[in-house]
């Protein structure tokens, strides 16, 4: 059973479109969420969320965490093709003596010129 | 020096073969991880190191052996691997306590024949 579900999982836009990427969550002694950016190796970190409600802004990226209904977006206005990769969402919970992430699926975006 | 730096970038392998992946960081994070990534997956927890003790073993098979000799170096011993193990393992490190991201090596990319 998925504890992190991502939608959609690709989507294709043109240069210019804004787009929304999804992530539902179901894990006990939450802490955080993460959005990670992958393109060839390593994920590269974009925003933590802890709060509900308080959207976080980097450029054109946004994101924001709603802790009721366990769901976060990620916003990417003016999409650009260096925006093409891979964009992971990670809950971050209690695992015992740690907290560890557990990644979802991950959303494929291609952004076309 | 925010970077989590791995050795080797690519590295091919017989199954009788004994081979070790390095992760160095100069952070000075004490929670290391070692992550498993596929083909188009997301990665998968393997480990998780909190002062330089073994707190997490995601049920991974004994032909993987972790080590962290000390707070700045994580290993991974690699003994009698299967082809199906051939994947990108990725390191990672992060503060321990409240807010505090995790930060990803560009990887290893293993093949075992």
């Known amino acids: 059973e998925d504890k992190v579900v991502q939608s959609p999982l690709s989507l294709v836009v043109h240069e210019g479109d804004t787009v929304t990427l999804n992530c539902s969550y179901e894990?006990?002694?939450?802490?955080?969420l993460l959005w990670y950016k992958q393109e060839k190796k390593a994920p590269t970190f974009l925003f933590m969320l802890t709060s509900s409600g308080i959207e976080k802004k980097s450029g054109r990226l946004s994101s924001i965490l709603d802790k009721k209904e366990l769901f976060s977006i990620l916003n990417i206005t003016a999409t650009q093709t260096g925006d093409s990769a891979v964009y992971l969402c990670?809950?971050?919970?209690?695992?015992?003596?740690?907290?560890?992430?557990?990644f979802g699926k991950g959303t494929l975006l291609t952004v076309n010129p | 020096d925010t970077e989590v730096t791995q050795t080797p970038k690519h590295l091919v392998m017989g199954m009788t073969n004994k081979k070790s992946l390095k992760c160095e960081q100069h952070m000075g994070h004490r929670a290391m991880y070692w992550y498993k990534q596929k083909a188009k997956k997301p990665p998968e927890l393997m480990f998780v190191?909190?002062?330089?003790?073994?707190?997490i073993n995601e049920s991974v098979p004994s032909r993987f052996s972790p080590e962290c000799p000390n707070s700045s170096l994580l290993n991974l011993h690699l003994h009698a691997l299967q082809p199906e193990d051939s994947a990108l393992y990725l390191c990672?490190?992060?503060?321990?306590?409240?807010?505090?991201?995790?930060?990803f090596g560009q990887g290893t990319r293993l093949t075992v024949v």
């Open positions: 990672a490190s992060s503060r321990l306590g409240m807010n505090t991201e995790a930060f």
């Open positions: 894990v006990t002694n939450f802490r955080s």
């Open positions: 190191y909190s002062y330089e003790k073994l707190s």
């Open positions: 990670a809950p971050e919970y209690s695992g015992g003596s740690n907290y560890k992430l557990t």
